[in-house]
C-alpha cells in the first residue's frame, strides 16, 4: 500500500517510522527545515521499544507524491483547511484519508443520524467550509493516545505506549476499518476498531481539555495537573462538566472520575502538545480541544463555567506579545 504522512511532526514521525520498520511504503507531506532534515538524514524515533532509524520519500508536493491509499493527516487543528487542500492530488476514488488531529472533529455530525445530524461546528468549522473540502465517505475517524517529544525535524521521542482506536465515522465495521487497523497493528503500535468511535473522541477531549490549557497557564506537567493537590479541583470540576456534555450525546465513557485523575498522573513528567506549542510560539489548538465543546453544550443548554474561564485565560495568555511572555 502506499501510505502517506501529510505532517511531520511528533506524532507524524512516530508513525511514519513505525510504519516504515515495518515494509510499508510511507510518504511524507512535509515542508522546510523538517522537509531538509528528513530527505537528508531520515526519521530517528526513539520509543519503549528502541530506536528506529528510517528512511522515507519526502516531498512538499502532493502532486510529485501521487496517488495513495491511505493518508494520515497529521496537524495541528488551525493547519487542517489548507491540509486538506494540500492532499487532494493524492485521492482517489478508494483513498482511506485519517485524520490525527486532537479535540471534536470537524465531521462529529456527519455519517449518522440525530438531532445534530449535518449541523457543522463554527469553531472548528466555519459554515461547513472544511467538510466542503473533503467527502466524508474517504474518512475514518481516529483516536491517538501518543504522548511524543520533537526533539529537533525528523527526531522524536515517545516515552509511552501508543494506542490507537479507529472507527467508520457511521458507527460500521467495515472490511477497509479492519484492513487500517492491521495495517497499524503489523507495525508495532497498538489498534482497535470499535462500532462507536464516538465515545473515544470524548474519551481524548476529556483528557485533553483537562491537561492542555492548563498546563499552558501553569507550565505543568501531566503528572502535576493531575496530582497536585492544589490544581486537581480545577481538573475534577472540569473533567466533570465534560462528562455531562459527553453524556448528553450518548458518549459512553468507560473510567470513572477517580481511575481518570490517577491514569492522568501515570503519564509522569509529560509536556502537553499545547504547551509544547505555546513554548514554540505556535498557534494553540483551542478551537478544536476547548470552545468546539463549549459550542457543544450550548446546543444542549448546559453550562461549563469552569471549563470556559481557564479557556479564555488560556487564550489571553497566548495573546500576548512574546516579549511580555518571556517577562
Aim: proline share 5%; net charge negative.
Amino acid at each position: 500500500m502506499n501510505i502517506c504522512i501529510a505532517g511531520a511532526g511528533a506524532i507524524g514521525c512516530t508513525l511514519a517510522a513505525r510504519l516504515a520498520k515495518s515494509g510499508q511504503t510511507v510518504n511524507v507531506l512535509a515542508r522546510g527545515t523538517t522537509l531538509e532534515a528528513i530527505q537528508k538524514k531520515g526519521i530517528h524515533l526513539t520509543d519503549i521499544d528502541g530506536e528506529h532509524k528510517v528512511t522515507v520519500n519526502a516531498s512538499d508536493s502532493a502532486k510529485e507524491l501521487g496517488p495513495q491509499d491511505i493518508i494520515f493527516i497529521c496537524t495541528k487543528a488551525p493547519a487542517l483547511p489548507a491540509m486538506l487542500k494540500l492532499i487532494t492530488p493524492m485521492l482517489h476514488e478508494k483513498t482511506i484519508v485519517i485524520p490525527v488531529v486532537n479535540g471534536i472533529p470537524w465531521w462529529y455530525f456527519q455519517g449518522i443520524e440525530g438531532r445534530f445530524s449535518g449541523d457543522s461546528i463554527q469553531a472548528i468549522d466555519p459554515e461547513g467550509s472544511v467538510s466542503k473540502l473533503l467527502p466524508h465517505t474517504h474518512l475514518i475517524g481516529c483516536v491517538v493516545f501518543i504522548t511524543a517529544f520533537r526533539n529537533s525535524p525528523g527526531v522524536v521521542t515517545s516515552t509511552n505506549p501508543h494506542l490507537i482506536v479507529l472507527g467508520e465515522i457511521n458507527h460500521q465495521m467495515s472490511e477497509r476499518l479492519e484492513q487500517v487497523r492491521t495495517v497499524i497493528e503489523d507495525a508495532g503500535i497498538e489498534a482497535r476498531a470499535t462500532d462507536n468511535i464516538r465515545d473515544q473522541i470524548w474519551t481524548k477531549v476529556a483528557a485533553n481539555i483537562t491537561s492542555n490549557p492548563l498546563s499552558v497557564v501553569t507550565k505543568g506537567t501531566l503528572e502535576q495537573l493531575y496530582a497536585d493537590d492544589r490544581l486537581k479541583p480545577l481538573v475534577r470540576r472540569m473533567l466533570d462538566e465534560v462528562l455531562l456534555i459527553a453524556a448528553a450525546y450518548g458518549a459512553r465513557i468507560r473510567f470513572d472520575p477517580h481511575t481518570f485523575m490517577e491514569l492522568g498522573a501515570g503519564m509522569g513528567a509529560v509536556k502537553t502538545s499545547m504547551l509544547q506549542d505555546y513554548e514554540a510560539g505556535q498557534p494553540l489548538e483551542l478551537d478544536a480541544i476547548g470552545y468546539s465543546v463549549l459550542e457543544l453544550a450550548n446546543k444542549v443548554d448546559i453550562p461549563m463555567i469552569a471549563t470556559q474561564n481557564l479557556l479564555d485565560l488560556t487564550q489571553f495568555i497566548a495573546a500576548q506579545p512574546q516579549t511580555q511572555k518571556q517577562l
